[in-house]
């Protein structure tokens, strides 16, 4: 399984695009990226998934590079209510796949 | 997605006992899984809940000390057994769910439990 690093944390402003990036120099070709937001006292909620290029959601917008080493979660004009933490986790799709969170990364978004 | 519930949402427990934690899924699922998420701290994986069979546990749990049953498609419980203060955590439960376009994994509202 590929492992995940990510900054432990980061500040940011509301109105602000805030981008927080993964590295998963290990990834297999059959793994997706997928990441998650955690509010305290809650459980993780699925934000977004990708496996190449960019995707985007109503939430978020996911960057991949094309050698997959790292990704990009890009949340666009932040509020208040974005600070949580957010995880970044890579595996294999449609296998039963067992989920192995990392230390994620907290984002505090002031006004 | 799935809708999933946790009793209780949080105890206390004093040192020794056990605690039962329920997990209620509002679909069948085939994946269910167990996690610890001390205080400050990330999830950490305890078991996959396999229906049917015996739990599959993850390296550093035991089914001694955590004993789980799945016994359909929409239920499992965790048991926390001979509690420590040491087992203070956040207990959550998660669902697999083999979407169309992407393959997640929902989670509770976890289970605060307080060891005394």
């Known amino acids: 399984l590929a492992k995940t690093t990510q900054p432990i944390s980061m500040d940011s402003y509301e109105g602000q695009e805030v981008n927080i990036t993964c590295s998963h120099n290990?990834?297999?070709?059959?793994?997706?990226i997928t990441w998650y937001q955690q509010f305290p006292s809650q459980g993780p909620r699925f934000i977004i998934q990708?496996?190449?290029t960019k995707v985007t959601n109503e939430v978020a917008s996911l960057f991949i590079p094309a050698d997959r080493k790292s990704s990009t979660l890009s949340l666009p004009r932040v509020s208040l209510s974005d600070t949580a933490v957010y995880y970044c986790?890579?595996?294999?799709?449609?296998?039963?796949?067992?989920?192995?969170f990392g230390s994620g990364t907290k984002l505090n978004v002031k006004p | 997605s799935a809708v999933i519930s946790q009793k209780p949402s949080r105890d206390i427990c004093q040192r020794g006992t056990s605690l039962t934690i329920q997990c209620q899924v509002d679909?069948?699922?085939?994946?269910m899984f167990w996690y610890r998420q001390q205080p400050g701290q990330s999830l950490t994986l305890i078991a996959t809940?396999?229906?049917?069979?015996?739990?599959?546990?993850e390296s550093g749990f035991v089914i001694d000390k955590f004993p789980i049953s799945r016994p359909n498609l929409t239920f499992s419980t965790l048991t926390v057994s001979n509690m420590s203060p040491e087992d203070s955590s956040i207990y959550l439960c998660?669902?697999?769910?083999?979407?169309?376009?992407?393959?997640?994994?929902?989670f509770g509202p976890g289970t605060r439990l307080t060891v005394l």
């Open positions: 679909s069948q699922v085939t994946m």
């Open positions: 809940a396999n229906q049917g069979s015996e739990a599959t546990y």
């Open positions: 998660s669902v697999e769910d083999l979407g169309a376009v992407t393959d997640t994994q929902y």
């Open positions: 990708g496996y190449k």
């Open positions: 290990n990834i297999a070709t059959n793994d997706y």
């Open positions: 986790l890579v595996g294999e799709l449609n296998n039963f796949n067992k989920f192995y």
